[in-house]
């Protein structure tokens, strides 16, 4: 999906959309449905990206407002990458 073509409009009114599917299966990868802690992370990959992630959570029960390990393990599964280089996992709560 590329928003880059869109009115300004059209995509705050995807936005308030995806926001009402956060939660479901129905979530576009738009809105933001992660707390602080993985903001940094999950605001610059791929809404194909964010909406597995959402999904396996989903699926899985995990928790992306308040930090954990399965989160921060979930995002490194599909991001391809090591969890260490994402964040200090022995840090995490």
Excluded at 10 to 21: E, G, P, Q, V
Excluded at 81 to 86: A, Q, S
Aim: charge should be positive; hydrophobic fraction near 40%.
């Amino acid at each position: 999906m590329n928003l880059g073509d869109i009115s300004w409009e059209a995509r705050i009114n995807i936005l308030r959309l995806d926001k009402k599917y956060i939660g479901t299966k129905d979530y576009m990868g738009v809105a933001h449905f992660w707390g602080h802690e993985y903001k940094h992370t999950l605001r610059d990959i791929t809404y194909t990206q964010r909406r597995k992630i959402h999904n396996l959570g989903l699926d899985k029960n995990i928790d992306f407002i308040n930090p954990n390990k399965d989160a921060w393990y979930l995002i490194a599964k599909v991001l391809r990458c090591d969890v260490n280089t994402l964040c200090n996992i022995k840090e995490v709560a």
